[in-house]
């Protein structure tokens, strides 16, 4: 068990850049989430997956952002056309099926748009 | 107004003294609390996890759910250096998939 892996660990890029992240979760655990941190605040849920299934977006997933998780292994989260307000921590977490509020972190994406 | 309100300090005390985070929430469908600890450039850690209203104690940490005033503790007993981090409550609806988070609470723990 090496825990909630991510990648790249910083990026920074242009505003109206794409970018993409790569989270790897713990291998027995089904779920996977994707939340937002800013500076000062806790984090605010993105996006959820069983398996490969997407069963929830949050309000603050505009249509510039796209999650997957081919085959239920590995997630992308994926920024289109990148703007100045998207800076912020990006984490990844999983859990067991059965234990869903027991969610496991992975040390984040920090993300700077410029 | 927000869902969980928590006071972001900075608190600082020093070695040994005991430590009390609070938070308060507003929505009395929130049934399981959790708190986490944030280090600087890490992401959260699970701490303590209470489902039912009463305290809860894992060595050096207890854990206090008051579902009627809706206000949630974290004790901290002979506090360390190392205990210096960000301490964030969290709680979810039962048939809900995602935490609500506070804002957090920055600790130092001065040697």
């Known amino acids: 068990d090496t825990g909630v892996s991510q990648n790249p660990r910083h990026k920074i890029t242009k505003r109206g850049q794409n970018v993409t992240f790569r989270c790897d979760p713990i291998?027995?655990?089904?779920?996977l989430y994707w939340y937002r941190q800013t500076l000062g605040q806790g984090p605010e849920f993105l996006t959820y997956?069983?398996?490969?299934?997407?069963?929830?977006k949050s309000r603050l997933l505009s249509d510039r952002f796209s999650a997957e998780r081919p085959k239920g292994s590995f997630s992308t989260l994926e920024i289109q056309r990148t703007e100045q307000g998207d800076s912020a921590m990006y984490l990844c977490?999983?859990?067991?099926?059965?234990?869903?509020?027991?969610?496991?972190f992975g040390s984040g994406t920090q993300l700077s748009v410029l | 107004q927000k869902e969980v309100e928590q006071d972001p300090g900075p608190l600082s005390v020093p070695e040994g003294a005991i430590v009390s985070l609070n938070c308060t929430y507003s929505?009395?469908?929130?049934?399981?609390f959790m708190w986490y600890r944030q280090y600087s450039r890490k992401g959260p850690e699970l701490l303590m996890y209470?489902?039912?209203?009463g305290n809860k104690e894992d060595g050096r940490f207890t854990a206090q759910v008051d579902k009627s005033s809706k206000y949630i503790s974290l004790f901290i007993r002979d506090s360390q250096p190392s205990d210096s981090a960000t301490y964030l409550c969290?709680?979810?609806?039962?048939?809900?998939?995602?935490?609500?988070f506070g804002s957090g609470t920055q600790l130092t723990v001065l040697p």
């Open positions: 977490a999983s859990s067991y099926h059965d234990r869903g509020e027991k969610l496991f």
């Open positions: 291998s027995e655990h089904n779920r």
């Open positions: 997956f069983q398996n490969e299934a997407q069963l929830e």
């Open positions: 929505n009395s469908a929130f049934q399981y």
């Open positions: 209470t489902y039912s209203s």
């Open positions: 969290a709680m979810i609806r039962g048939s809900a998939r995602q935490l609500t």
